[in-house]
């Protein structure tokens, strides 16, 4: 090879192979804009030749798609019933008894806490909130355990939310409540369910409101009723609260609070999102529900993913030849892993498309037997990285089949 | 047909397109080793149609993957376009295949979902090529070539020796300085292969020359020389019109 020291006769080689080199990059250096475009017409149409092997893929991920975006869709509805309650009934600050784990199951608190969380310059309202198992007798005979909720009003919340019949103002009278929709059968009541009466713990109430899509992690009937109401229902003692809610100037407020609160062995305080998330923890990993939808999205994931991955791999394999001859003529690999890259991409978005309609489906059939599934934007989004990582993950077996083609191949 | 000629700013710069200088090649695993090509020395001149001849495992796959820079020689130099591929980086190599070379292959290796058209314009549009210019170029090309109704067909719907015609247009509408061919007339009657070397035969011009792996003894009447293969050494290097024992300079 020449020695590019050599001022005074440069090797002829040398300024060949510099000329040379010189003008075949400038060209390189436009051609290197990207691969992706510049192999995805090739690739897409290699796709869409093998109409057998695009139909199967698009049904697997489809399919992978429905099922995960369903079952992340039902893990939102399940933690949505976990802490829904939490998210709507405001207070920056929760006071409960020590020890307690979850929104469903918290001991009465005295009345005189109450003043000890309403602390001067620093917490701006208290509000009770009382929560309590109730034995509601049926229409048709038998009792239900319904999960009665007692707020005291405000006019910075609204409680309960999500109404489909009635106003929140129409619980402003003793022994009315309101029920969600989804449990009018089981409580027996018919069509005409505002007015209706109920038997609630020996007491004759009166339905006044209806909620929409409220429901409870451990499946009893979600009723709302002003705080004095629920402690008729419950037996519980006047000025009594499962909860004091405190509504906090400042972040430093709420510490000082929560420091203060913590001095007293028979309380804790919470921030909302702490308390949030202490529910959700118990309810999901508690019960094993998480690891089961978890468990089974992974599944639901692993069967697309082999599916795309069979698919993209004979397709690779099929035109391993003509990959080799493209490399021969100086494709690059990065021109190569575009190659099965835009076909992943395109299986992922059509199969989305597809799964999202599917799982859209599913949603409204399942609302049907009172499964909530949601379908966020945040599990939309959540669903659609899912979807894309399985497919990006299907794509090593072919990258590595269309990396490895030998172009001498051509030859033989 | 000057609209298929070459660029000619890269054989300007090397007239010599190819040059291997005592090249030795070896095959093998752990210590059990075999030289496919053995002290080859030869070289391939802008003007120049030359065929690369030989029985089976003589080595010309091999030559013509050293030449071609796919592969990379145990022992001695080959330089391409002028340039030593000896210490070249991979990626300058690719350079050199993707602007300096055409390749035509025995079995075509067009996309089979992509039309006559298509199978030549992407190629061009992976090489940098605007979309536009390289189906403006392919267009002409294939023209030239005889294939203006057959654009929009798939390979499964044209004769062999379309698809070869469609694999000559792909090689050749990059304007490469070097053309190689592996067994070009394999798959084609005599009437398709006198065309296709026609073809071959007009592309060589001052910038340009074709390289033509092949056991058809038919197509020396097309080649300026011959090069012939046994055993892995080179035995014959002669003018095409010469008889075949008059070996010229082989090494």
Same mark, same amino acid.
């Given at each position: 090879?020449?020695?590019?020291?050599?001022?005074?006769?440069?090797?002829?080689?040398?300024?060949?192979?510099?000329?040379?080199?010189?003008?075949?990059?400038?060209?390189?250096?436009?051609?290197?804009?990207?691969?992706f475009?510049?192999?995805?017409?090739?690739?897409?149409?290699?796709l869409?030749h093998?109409?057998?092997?695009?139909?199967?893929?698009?049904?697997?991920?489809?399919?992978?798609?429905?099922?995960?975006?369903?079952?992340?869709?039902?893990?939102?509805?399940?933690?949505?019933?976990?802490?829904?309650?939490?998210?709507?009934?405001?207070?920056?600050?929760?006071?409960?008894?020590?020890?307690?784990?979850?929104?469903?199951?918290?001991?009465?608190?005295?009345?005189?806490?109450?003043?000890?969380?309403?602390?001067?310059?620093?917490?701006?309202?208290?509000?009770?909130?009382?929560?309590?198992?109730?034995?509601?007798?049926?229409?048709?005979?038998?009792?239900?355990?319904?999960?009665?909720?007692?707020?005291?009003?405000?006019?910075?919340v609204?409680?309960?939310?999500?109404?489909?019949?009635?106003?929140?103002?129409?619980?402003?009278?003793?022994?009315?409540?309101?029920?969600?929709?989804?449990?009018?059968?089981?409580?027996?009541?018919?069509?005409?369910?505002?007015?209706?009466a109920?038997?609630?713990?020996?007491?004759?109430?009166?339905?006044?409101?209806v909620?929409?899509?409220?429901?409870?992690?451990?499946?009893?009937?979600?009723?709302?009723?002003?705080?004095?109401?629920v402690?008729?229902? @419950? !037996?519980?003692?006047? +000025?009594? *609260?499962?909860?004091?809610?405190?509504? =906090? #100037?400042?972040?430093?407020?709420?510490?000082? /609070?929560?420091?203060?609160?913590?001095?007293?062995?028979?309380l804790?305080?919470?921030?909302?999102?702490?308390?949030?998330?202490?529910?959700?923890?118990?309810?999901?990993?508690?019960?094993? @529900? !998480?690891?089961?939808? +978890?468990? *089974?999205?992974?599944?639901?994931?692993? =069967? #697309?993913?082999?599916?795309?991955?069979?698919? /993209?791999?004979?397709?690779?394999?099929?035109?391993?030849?003509?990959?080799?001859?493209?490399?021969?003529?100086?494709?690059?690999?990065?021109?190569?892993?575009?190659?099965?890259?835009?076909? @992943?991409?395109?299986?992922?978005?059509?199969?989305?498309?597809?799964?999202?309609?599917?799982?859209?489906?599913?949603?409204?059939?399942?609302?049907?037997?009172?499964?909530?599934?949601?379908?966020?934007?945040?599990?939309?989004?959540?669903?659609?990285?899912a979807?894309?990582?399985?497919?990006?993950?299907?794509?090593?077996?072919?990258?590595?089949?269309?990396?490895?083609?030998?172009?001498?191949?051509?030859?033989? | 047909?000057?609209?298929?000629?070459?660029?000619?700013?890269?054989?300007?710069?090397?007239?010599?397109?190819?040059?291997?200088?005592?090249?030795?090649?070896?095959?093998?695993?752990?210590?059990?080793?075999?030289?496919?090509?053995?002290?080859?020395?030869?070289?391939?001149?802008?003007g120049?149609?030359?065929?690369?001849?030989?029985?089976?495992?003589?080595?010309?796959?091999?030559?013509?993957?050293?030449?071609?820079?796919?592969?990379?020689?145990?022992?001695?130099?080959?330089?391409?376009?002028?340039?030593?591929?000896?210490?070249?980086?991979?990626?300058?190599?690719?350079?050199?295949?993707?602007?300096?070379?055409?390749?035509?292959?025995?079995?075509?290796?067009?996309?089979?979902?992509?039309?006559?058209?298509?199978?030549?314009?992407?190629?061009?549009?992976?090489?940098?090529?605007?979309?536009?210019?390289?189906?403006e170029?392919?267009?002409?090309?294939?023209?030239?070539?005889?294939?203006?109704?057959?654009?929009?067909?798939?390979?499964?719907?044209?004769?062999?020796?379309?698809?070869?015609?469609?694999?000559?247009?792909?090689a050749?509408?990059?304007?490469?300085?070097l053309?190689?061919?592996?067994?070009?007339?394999?798959a084609?009657?005599?009437?398709?292969?006198?065309?296709?070397?026609?073809?071959?035969?007009?592309?060589?011009?001052?910038?340009?020359?074709?390289?033509?792996?092949?056991?058809?003894?038919?197509?020396?009447?097309?080649?300026?020389?011959?090069?012939?293969?046994?055993?892995?050494?080179?035995?014959?290097?002669?003018?095409?019109?010469?008889?075949?024992?008059?070996?010229?300079?082989?090494?």
């Amino acid at each position: 090879m020449a020695n590019s020291t050599s001022t005074t006769t440069p090797d002829p080689d040398f300024v060949l192979r510099e000329r040379t080199l010189g003008q075949l990059t400038a060209q390189l250096r436009c051609s290197y804009v990207s691969s992706f475009a510049r192999v995805a017409r090739m690739a897409l149409r290699s796709l869409l030749h093998q109409k057998g092997k695009l139909v199967a893929a698009v049904a697997g991920v489809s399919f992978s798609s429905t099922l995960a975006l369903a079952q992340i869709g039902i893990y939102v509805g399940f933690l949505n019933a976990c802490s829904g309650l939490i998210t709507h009934a405001g207070g920056d600050v929760w006071v409960m008894a020590r020890g307690t784990q979850t929104l469903d199951f918290a001991r009465p608190l005295p009345e005189s806490t109450r003043a000890l969380v309403a602390v001067p310059g620093c917490v701006r309202s208290v509000r009770g909130l009382l929560t309590a198992f109730v034995p509601v007798q049926r229409a048709e005979g038998g009792e239900i355990n319904a999960f009665m909720v007692g707020f005291e009003r405000s006019e910075d919340v609204v409680l309960p939310w999500s109404l489909r019949a009635g106003l929140p103002a129409d619980l402003h009278a003793p022994l009315r409540l309101a029920i969600d929709q989804a449990d009018t059968k089981r409580l027996g009541l018919g069509s005409g369910t505002v007015g209706a009466a109920l038997r609630v713990n020996e007491e004759d109430a009166r339905v006044v409101a209806v909620t929409s899509g409220i429901r409870s992690f451990t499946l009893s009937p979600f009723m709302f009723a002003e705080i004095e109401n629920v402690r008729r229902f @419950a !037996g519980v003692i006047d +000025g009594q *609260s499962s909860f004091w809610l405190a509504d =906090v #100037g400042d972040a430093a407020c709420e510490g000082e /609070l929560i420091e203060r609160v913590r001095r007293n062995p028979a309380l804790d305080a919470l921030r909302k999102d702490d308390f949030r998330a202490k529910t959700e923890s118990y309810w999901v990993n508690g019960s094993g @529900a !998480g690891i089961a939808l +978890g468990f *089974s999205t992974l599944l639901s994931l692993f =069967v #697309g993913c082999i599916i795309v991955a069979q698919t /993209l791999y004979t397709i690779a394999k099929d035109h391993e030849r003509e990959l080799a001859g493209m490399k021969a003529m100086g494709a690059t690999r990065g021109d190569l892993v575009a190659f099965v890259q835009v076909q @992943a991409a395109v299986l992922a978005v059509v199969g989305l498309l597809i799964g999202l309609g599917g799982a859209a489906a599913v949603a409204v059939a399942a609302a049907t037997v009172g499964l909530v599934i949601v379908l966020s934007a945040p599990v939309l989004l959540a669903g659609f990285a899912a979807v894309f990582a399985m497919c990006a993950v299907a794509t090593i077996a072919s990258s590595r089949v269309v990396l490895r083609v030998d172009p001498c191949a051509v030859f033989k | 047909m000057t609209s298929i000629a070459p660029f000619p700013s890269a054989t300007r710069l090397a007239p010599r397109l190819v040059r291997a200088r005592a090249v030795t090649h070896f095959f093998g695993v752990g210590d059990v080793t075999t030289a496919a090509v053995k002290n080859v020395s030869c070289e391939v001149r802008a003007g120049e149609l030359v065929l690369l001849t030989g029985p089976s495992g003589s080595g010309k796959t091999t030559l013509i993957s050293l030449l071609a820079g796919m592969l990379r020689a145990s022992a001695g130099d080959v330089h391409l376009l002028g340039v030593g591929l000896r210490d070249l980086r991979e990626r300058d190599v690719l350079r050199l295949r993707r602007y300096g070379l055409g390749f035509v292959f025995q079995r075509y290796n067009l996309f089979p979902g992509l039309t006559a058209l298509e199978n030549v314009v992407e190629p061009l549009v992976i090489k940098g090529y605007s979309r536009a210019s390289a189906t403006e170029r392919g267009r002409e090309v294939l023209s030239l070539l005889g294939l203006e109704q057959r654009m929009a067909n798939l390979p499964g719907q044209l004769s062999g020796g379309q698809q070869q015609r469609v694999a000559i247009a792909r090689a050749l509408s990059s304007r490469p300085a070097l053309v190689i061919g592996d067994e070009v007339s394999a798959a084609l009657d005599w009437e398709t292969t006198q065309q296709v070397l026609g073809v071959l035969r007009q592309y060589v011009g001052t910038d340009s020359a074709v390289l033509l792996v092949t056991h058809d003894e038919r197509l020396e009447r097309y080649a300026d020389r011959v090069l012939e293969m046994r055993e892995g050494e080179l035995v014959t290097d002669r003018r095409s019109n010469e008889p075949p024992n008059a070996a010229v300079g082989c090494t």
